[in-house]
């Protein structure tokens, strides 16, 4: 699974063109991956100002706007593939347009819940 990081303050400063640019690049990677029968999903999150935090300390639950760290950066979706191999996970990544200004992580699926 690839974790895709965003700066929101930054992002929203990018012009029409530019935030474009980078989702229409984000685009023709997918299309590949689906091409190539990697991709399994992914999902774009709602802005981190719209996020409740829950923390339960001793049975009490508290319930806070805003996102679960303080953080610039901050997750801004996610991306799903299987691959052969760690190698074709990391070059997916390094070539994901997010990496260049933010950041994307890898980590690997170890289970999962079916209903």
């Given at each position: 699974m690839m974790?895709?990081?965003?700066?929101?303050?930054?992002?929203?400063?990018?012009?029409?063109?530019?935030?474009?640019?980078?989702?229409?690049?984000a685009g023709d990677i997918w299309q590949e991956l689906v091409k190539t029968g990697e991709?399994?999903?992914?999902?774009g999150l709602a802005g981190p100002a719209q996020a409740k935090a829950i923390r339960v300390r001793d049975g009490v639950a508290a319930v806070t706007d805003g996102p679960f760290t303080e953080a610039k950066e901050q997750l801004a979706g996610l991306c799903i593939f299987e691959v052969e191999s760690l190698e074709r996970a990391v070059e997916i990544a390094q070539r994901w347009p997010d990496a260049r200004?933010?950041?994307?992580?890898?980590?690997?699926?170890?289970?999962?819940?079916?209903?």
């Open positions: 974790l895709i990081y965003q700066n929101t303050a930054a992002a929203a400063a990018m012009s029409e063109e530019e935030m474009g640019g980078l989702q229409n690049e991709w399994v999903s992914g999902a200004y933010w950041g994307v992580e890898l980590r690997e699926v170890v289970g999962v819940a079916e209903a």
